[in-house]
């Protein structure tokens, strides 16, 4: 099968005839389809559509399973613990510190992480996290055999979830580096990238940011052959989920590009553009290097192929650079400012349309990257695939803001969004009070120790290391403990309106009007709340 589909992919090619033309063929570029737009949701409830309760429920089942299984220990982890470790990370993400552990330290404690699980059950967690059964795992050589069946299930629910986006006009194909520089076999080293050693992730994105697809690296068996070599199949698979002939552009570089690919491409009625290299595009006499320098910076020279109405454009800048296109030409030629070394002036030089549409268009991937490195998840860890569960944590937050930016753009336009920074804390706030219930505390109360009958009661109540104490003048001392600090709860869940009720017990200072020292206090909330006839701070803060 792969030798004929060799052979009629020389067939093509040799059979291609180009031509000298300003133009192709008149075609329909119309996009047949639209973006819909959602309501405005909750951060924490855009997050929960991609990471439902049936993966938690899966990774939670499987690290109780691995934990008896290597251990011998029953870890009882439940669905909670395992949102609020999610939520721990996500929170370390934006608080940065030099170690996972200062967390929970007297002399810097963070309240919010070490208020949500102790450290040695965070640090059990993190150490037996499972996602599929190891006893399970086919073996090296059988058919079925997977290089990535421990994060499977993770990977596959993620992806089933992204396609079912709703997808725009423009969108492109490139790849990102998960940074990793552990011993594994999947490893790879790309020079030109900011983390140059990691697993290569090949990823589908609008011009957004948003991912609709994507797919991991493994050499063979990355993805479905289909006889085009690996880079067109790469693309050719992520572009499976796109609808076909609904007119949508698809860009990507000269890594993956091919005449071959841009044909399959159109039989599917999915347009393109993309930067080829010269040893993949034959028998297309264009201008070379030389001849275009002699001509000026902005000279371009284009050929068309009228069976499948390809364009071939090499352009001019500093270099040239050479496209290759199924639906557009060099018409209508723009002007692009360029810095001139000599001059030293910024001039104006011509651009085809073919270029201008790629620059424009082919930046989405990146843009996620950029995001994904803002707030990321970055912890150390022995289990060389924790790094992926960690890009599928991060790129399920960034895509969840970016959704909830669309929607916000399209129903409350005008009106200034919530950033990203803002949106995971949201999150992380969320998932950290996953299953609020007050923790025993080991031990009697403080208070409840101090026996005031007793005649020694006074000397219990004298701070000795205090100066007074020392000149034989008993400082008093308070009799009860502080008051341990209650954090406000996120605006997605005091603004619900669902579960909030006038709780009676003991005093505290109100949230809302900082005056009142009301027993009444918010169930859900854990606040105090003024609520009389003269101040109803309860009314006030729920909306």
């Known amino acids: 099968m792969k030798q004929s589909n060799k052979f009629m992919k020389k067939t093509v090619l040799n059979s291609l005839r180009w031509r000298h033309a300003s133009k192709g063929k008149e075609m329909d570029t119309e996009w047949k389809s639209h973006v819909t737009a959602g309501i405005i949701k909750s951060p924490v409830e855009y997050f929960n ?9 899966k990774i939670c089942l499987e690290t109780n399973k691995y934990a008896f299984q290597d251990k011998g220990v029953e870890l009882k982890c439940e669905v909670w613990e395992l949102r609020r470790y999610i939520g721990i990370l996500l929170y370390l993400g934006v608080v940065k510190i030099p170690t996972t552990r200062m967390a929970w330290t007297n002399n810097f404690k963070l309240s919010a992480v070490s208020d949500a699980l102790p450290r040695n059950r965070f640090e059990k967690i993190k150490s037996i996290f499972h996602i599929n ?41 490139d790849e990102q580096m998960i940074s990793f520089k552990g011993h594994h076999s999947l490893k790879q080293y790309l020079p030109k990238k900011p983390h140059k050693w990691g697993f290569k992730m090949f990823s589908r994105a609008g011009v957004s940011g948003i991912i609709y697809d994507f797919c991991l690296y493994v050499g063979d068996g990355t993805c479905k052959s289909y006889g085009l070599g690996l ?4 693309v050719l698979h992520l572009a499976s989920n796109i609808p076909e002939n609904q007119n949508f552009k698809l ?42 320098a002699d001509k000026g910076r902005g000279s371009f020279d284009i050929k068309v192929e009228g069976t499948y109405n390809l364009i071939s454009c090499r352009w001019y800048d500093n270099k040239c650079v050479q496209l290759l296109s199924n639906y557009i030409a060099d018409t209508p ?33 990146d843009l996620s990257d950029m995001l994904l490195e803002l707030y990321k998840v970055n912890h150390r860890s022995k289990k060389w695939y924790m790094r992926i569960v960690y890009w599928c944590i991060n790129v399920t937050v960034v895509n969840s803001w970016l959704l909830y930016r669309r ?29 609020v219930v007050r923790s025993r505390k080991r031990g009697r109360p403080a208070f409840a120790l101090l026996n005031f009958n007793s005649p020694s009661s006074s000397t219990d109540l004298v701070d000795r290391s205090s100066p007074a ?35 009676w017990g003991s005093k505290g200072r109100c949230r809302m009007c900082s005056k009142g020292f009301p027993r009444t206090k918010c169930s859900k909330c854990n606040v105090h709340l003024c609520s009389n006839p003269k101040n109803n701070c309860f009314l006030l803060y729920h909306t």
């Open 49 to 57: 559509s991609f990471l439902d309760d049936d993966i938690f429920e």
């Open 133 to 173: 059964d190891n006893l399970k795992q086919p073996g090296k050589g059988e058919d079925n055999y997977d290089k990535l069946y421990k994060i499977r299930p993770l990977l596959n629910k993620l992806k089933e979830k992204f396609n079912k986006i709703s997808q725009e006009e423009y969108q492109s194909c």
């Open 231 to 234: 880079s067109s199949d790469i």
């Open 251 to 292: 860009f990507f570089d000269n890594w993956f590009t091919s005449v071959s690919l841009m044909i399959a491409l159109k039989e599917r009625g999915i347009l393109t553009v993309g930067t080829i290299r010269n040893n993949r595009l034959k028998n297309v006499n264009l201008l070379n290097e030389k001849q275009l």
């Open 333 to 365: 030629v723009s002007e692009c400012m360029r810095w001139c070394r000599k001059e030293k002036i910024m001039v104006k030089i011509p651009r085809p349309a073919i270029v201008d549409r790629y620059n424009r268009n082919m930046g989405g991937v």
């Open 407 to 435: 929607d916000h753009k399209q129903s409350l336009e005008g009106t200034k969004h919530m950033p990203l920074i803002s949106f995971q804390l949201d999150i992380a706030i969320e998932l950290l009070n996953a299953n």
């Open 469 to 503: 104490s020392s000149k034989g003048i008993e400082s008093p001392k308070s009799s009860f403990p502080k008051r341990p600090y209650v954090m406000a709860p996120a605006k997605a869940k005091r603004y619900d309106q669902i579960g909030h009720w006038v709780q």
